[in-house]
């Protein structure tokens, strides 16, 4: 897998570890009064015994390790001489590809060329069969 889906993979992991903490927080986070007029409000009744005070640290730590592992690829990018160089690398590639898409293109039409061939053969073949008698 090359750098750039690596960096893709990344960010959609810490998207979805952010995701679930801030769910997490949310459904778990202790009710609280909005204001002294209205009464206490009840508490969260749980099936499991959930340890809330150490699920954030849990996420956190998770979080704050998908966020090193980015920066670790972002480092790891080859950082070729500057936006000059990087341009002609662009120009190289597009040149590169243009070739590569020519080339495919005539390996495209000569397939398509045999396969009619292979066809109009294959007619030919079931015509004479067809054509042919049984032996009496």
Do not use: H, W
């Amino acid at each position: 897998m090359d750098i750039i889906s690596q960096l893709q993979e990344q960010v959609n992991t810490i998207a979805l570890v952010a995701l679930n903490t801030f769910g997490t927080l949310q459904r778990d986070a202790p009710p609280v009064r909005l204001s002294p007029n209205y009464p206490e409000p009840p508490a969260n009744p749980t099936d499991e015994a959930i340890n809330i005070a150490e699920q954030p640290k849990t996420m956190s730590t998770a979080l704050v390790q998908a966020a090193k592992k980015f920066d670790a690829l972002v480092a790891a990018l080859p950082l070729e001489g500057g936006e000059e160089a990087q341009l002609k690398r662009i120009a190289e590639l597009q040149a590169e590809n243009e070739a590569v898409g020519l080339d495919l293109q005539k390996q495209l039409e000569a397939a398509e060329q045999e396969l009619k061939q292979v066809q109009e053969l294959f007619c030919q073949a079931s015509d004479n069969c067809l054509n042919m008698k049984k032996p009496d």
